[in-house]
């Protein structure tokens, strides 16, 4: 028994189109056939990242302080930030604060050094930069920035590449794949492609429902 189950690209585009009946039984894509559902498959991919958090694109990196250099650049670039830690030398993690962009543009000095307690976030359309207050020095710079943040799905380009998406996905992303460029292609009213659809959205709803953090915790401060 396995349960490590994958597809490429290209395998999951061909399935994808004989459950809507566009291809039959040892068919593959067409260069155009594949062209379209290769949109709609990134498409899908990017449409995900909205619809809230998503355990399995959880990751850490740890992108390196420069001495006197009030921000890291994060590569690749993440979805969404989710925390920032300063791991110190007896490898401690010091959770830092969130504040949003705004508050960090309210710091009258942004050029004082010491270790970081605050970040914010500037999310660009290429590029995600977090600042840092206080700046870090030189001994802080040689430390350990560590970052949790939901990642993008990777982009699909060759029929070879291996679809980023868990494969409790599959069965709902390849009716709508299917469905979808069954409308592309004009055939959006054949019942095969209409019950595709309606699966798969129906799916999908639940899977977003099923793919959340299960704790919930809240922190009372008093000032």
């Known amino acids: 028994m396995s349960i490590s189950l994958t597809y490429t690209a290209g395998e999951f585009v061909d399935e994808a189109l004989k459950r809507v009946q566009i291809l039959g039984d040892g068919q593959t894509a067409s260069a155009y056939q594949w062209s379209l559902a290769k949109s709609h498959l990134n498409g899908l991919l990017k449409l995900l990242v909205t619809q809230g958090p998503s355990e399995w694109r959880r990751a850490t990196q740890t992108p390196a302080m420069t001495a006197s250099v009030a921000y890291v650049t994060c590569s690749p670039r993440p979805d969404r930030v989710m925390r920032v830690y300063y791991r110190n030398s007896a490898g401690f993690d010091l959770e830092l604060q969130q504040w949003n962009m705004d508050d960090y ?3 009258p000095v942004k050029t004082s050094t010491g270790r970081p307690t605050v970040f914010a976030v500037d999310r660009q359309r290429t590029s995600t930069t977090i600042y840092l207050w206080p700046v870090p020095d030189a001994t802080i710079a040689a430390g350990t920035l560590r970052v949790s943040y939901e990642r993008v799905p990777e982009d699909v380009v ?6 980023d998406i868990p494969q409790e996905w599959f069965d709902a992303a390849m009716d709508l794949i299917g469905g979808r460029v069954g409308e592309s292609l004009g055939v959006g009213d054949k019942p095969p492609v209409a019950a595709a659809l ?4 129906g799916n999908l709803n639940e899977l977003l429902g099923y793919d959340r953090g299960h704790s919930v915790r809240f922190a009372i401060t008093t000032e």
């Open 158 to 163: 060759n029929t070879s590449d291996i679809i």
């Open 198 to 201: 309606k699966r798969g959205s």
């Open 105 to 107: 543009d309210r710091i």
